[in-house]
């Protein structure tokens, strides 16, 4: 049972996965992941998490199909070996059991184990109240400097998503269930949304053995 959690930023996407890795009894990666690049590279923690989610055609130079005319910034190889190593971490926690992902385009790096892909999102207000709540200690944003910034990060997902597919596949089609959270208390729905995943996993499974 591999599932994967997309989100739109300040959507509960994290909270989502973290109750419901509880109520399943499976671990749920998020934040792990960053530590353990950052330990292997030497990397600090909040620079690993800045860049693991951002547009990585942007990190690289023109130097694709010219790569013998420039040498490549340090700054572009630390988001290369950053992206490599996350991939790695990503399918080696998969390989070792049920699990949930949280972002990093995990759903498609995780393709050939046929996880059940969520997208989480919700309405600019629910996103800006749950934003605020959860604002770090000594964050003061104003409202509107708080939706740019929200504004920003789901760009700058959708830029590194399309990294790894096209614009025509990075549809929210290609989930197999999306959930808006907008002015829903998460704790609430997990319950559900836990089953629905069992009965899918358990049909899948039971089509497979039809096919064998």
């Not at 530590?35 to 600090?44: C, T, V």
């Not at 949930?100 to 892909?117: H, Q, S, T, W």
Request: proline fraction near 4%.
């Amino acid at each position: 049972m591999i599932i994967t959690i997309s989100r739109e930023f300040g959507s509960g996407g994290r909270e989502l996965g973290k109750r419901l890795s509880n109520v399943l009894e499976i671990p749920c990666y998020d934040k792990e992941i960053i530590q353990m690049i950052a330990e292997k590279q030497g990397f600090d923690e909040q620079y690993v998490s800045h860049i693991s989610e951002k547009n990585l055609q942007a990190a690289y130079p023109r130097t694709i199909g010219c790569r013998f005319t420039m040498t490549p910034h340090p700054v572009t190889k630390q988001a290369v070996t950053i992206a490599v190593e996350q991939q790695k971490i990503i399918k080696t926690f998969a390989a070792q059991g049920d699990c949930i992902m949280i972002g990093r385009c995990a759903d498609v790096i995780l393709k050939e184990y046929n996880p059940f892909n969520i997208f989480v999102y919700a309405d600019m207000d629910t996103k800006l109240k749950r934003c605020i709540e959860r604002a770090p200690k000594g964050e003061n944003l104003t409202p509107t400097e708080l939706e740019r910034k929200i504004r920003e990060v789901d760009k700058e997902r959708a830029k590194h998503r399309e990294f790894y597919i096209s614009a025509k596949e990075n549809a929210r089609s290609n989930y197999h269930l999306c959930i808006n959270t907008s002015s829903i208390e998460i704790k609430k729905i997990v319950p559900v949304l836990a089953e629905y995943i069992k009965v899918w996993f358990e049909i899948r499974i039971e089509n497979k053995a039809r096919n064998v």
